[in-house]
């Protein structure tokens, strides 16, 4: 049988749509999002007076977390609703899903997925053994963490 130039060469396709993202794209979307937002926080904790203390009256907690969590979705929400991907997530070529591997409502992924975040956000003295043993869940070998498990989401490449 001879070789025929024109005949299209065949490969083997590998599908990356639904596989799980690797930690170190989690750690790259999150790193761009926290950026982004400190580009808003930090200004806001000048604004209140809370630059540089130490320990924060509870009403600096509470306008701090408020206005970090608005602005975080005022900035994302177009992209959370076409994509389920934060600005983070598109820099690392990742998004959210659903278990089944189908596209989230913004209003998922805002509820389940970001509310009890910033919820334990507000758990005074909470928040650095909580937001630690949430971002631990990672290595697991489904690489979820709690807010993941939470809200029945998954982050996978695209």
């Known amino acids: 049988m001879s070789h025929d130039p024109y005949t299209v060469p065949a490969s083997q396709l590998v ?6 993202a690797s930690r170190w794209l989690r750690l790259g979307g999150a790193f ?3 950026i982004i937002v400190s580009a808003f926080s930090i200004p806001l904790m000048f604004l209140i007076g809370a630059w540089g203390k130490t320990s924060l009256p509870y ?18 929400v177009y992209f959370l609703h076409k994509d389920g991907q934060t600005l983070g997530k598109k820099v690392a070529g990742t ?3 659903g278990l089944d591997n189908e596209k989230l ?8 997925r970001y509310l009890p975040q910033w919820a334990v956000t507000l758990v ?10 949430d971002a631990l869940f990672i290595f697991g070998s489904e690489r979820r963490c709690i807010h993941d498990l939470i809200a029945g989401t998954k982050v996978i490449r695209v």
């Open 124 to 133: 005074p003295f909470s928040y650095g053994i909580l937001g630690l043993i």
């Open 95 to 97: 998004r959210i899903v």
């Open 105 to 112: 409502s913004v209003k998922d992924i805002l509820l389940k």
């Open 59 to 76: 009403w600096m907690t509470l306008v701090s977390v408020c206005g970090n969590s608005l602005f975080f979705t005022l900035i994302n």
């Open 15 to 20: 599908e990356i749509e639904n596989e799980v």
């Open 32 to 34: 761009v999002d926290g």
